[in-house]
């Protein structure tokens, strides 16, 4: 079974820059492909970003594109979310979570889950 471990959330200044990291362990053969969602309070969880198992392959949500870059290390079995030019609406708890080879656009789709890091953009 695979396990996804989140890291690097915190908080940062309306502007500035984070990168989370999701770190997977157990089967990690699997060939995954890796989803970024968010989920801010009273709101429904959104999805951001994803990249296939190869990493060759990425897409954004519009509410993040241009800003948000997903890359994976399979060699160490982390995929990361640079955050930049972070607005106060990106706030949220972040969670990675993954489904088998390719991205998919709806959170039941995806198999596992990590535990979330919280993001708060503030001054």
């Known amino acids: 079974q695979l396990q996804l471990v989140e890291s690097g959330g915190g908080l940062v200044q309306p502007g500035g820059s984070l990168r989370l990291s999701c770190t997977a362990s157990g089967f990690t053969s699997g060939n995954y492909a890796i989803g970024w969602f968010r989920q801010a309070p009273g709101k429904e969880r959104e999805g951001i970003s994803c990249?296939?198992?190869?990493?060759?392959?990425?897409n954004y949500a519009d509410s993040v594109k241009g800003r948000f870059t997903t890359s994976r290390d399979n060699a160490k079995n982390t995929v990361y979310l640079q955050m930049n030019s972070l607005k106060p609406e990106d706030a949220a708890v972040y969670y990675c979570?993954?489904?088998?080879?390719?991205?998919?656009?709806?959170?039941?789709?995806?198999?596992?889950w990590g535990q979330g890091t919280q993001v708060t953009v503030s001054s």
């Open positions: 990249v296939s198992y190869s990493g060759s392959s990425t």
């Open positions: 979570a993954a489904r088998r080879y390719v991205c998919a656009a709806s959170s039941s789709a995806y198999n596992s």
